[in-house]
């Protein structure tokens, strides 16, 4: 199995930054795709940032705070967050698409999230 390791969330101040961290351990044969997503209280799971082969992505509402990078020799995916407003305030969840062995399907495996509190 695979199992990702979140850490860095807490609380900011507006203004602030901070920087997430997921680490993915285990059977490991490939990695795809490495993502962040978040969900707010009463809202719905959305995509933040994604890094596919050094092709990276964002959501409209972060482009130019926050940056997604990615080590591949530790298997470790970044996000830096830069200029957090109070609406970035979610729990974030690290995703990764991960194969455990040759000729394995993509697997999708989750973090178990961290929360990131916004709040002067």
């Known amino acids: 199995q695979v199992q990702l390791v979140e850490s860095g969330g807490g609380l900011v101040q507006p203004g602030g930054s901070l920087r997430l961290s997921c680490a993915a351990s285990g059977s490991i044969f490939s990695i795809n795709a490495m993502g962040w997503y978040r969900q707010a209280p009463g809202k719905e799971r959305e995509l933040v940032a994604a890094?596919?082969?050094?092709?990276?992505s964002y959501a409209d509402s972060v482009k130019g705070r926050f940056t997604i990078s990615r080590d591949n020799a530790k298997n470790t995916v970044y996000l830096q967050m830069n200029s957090l407003k109070p609406e970035d305030t979610a729990v974030y969840h690290c995703n990764v698409k991960a194969s455990r062995y040759r000729g394995d399907r993509m697997n999708d495996v989750w973090g178990q999230g961290t929360q990131v509190t916004v709040s002067s």
């Open positions: 890094i596919i082969s050094g092709t990276t």
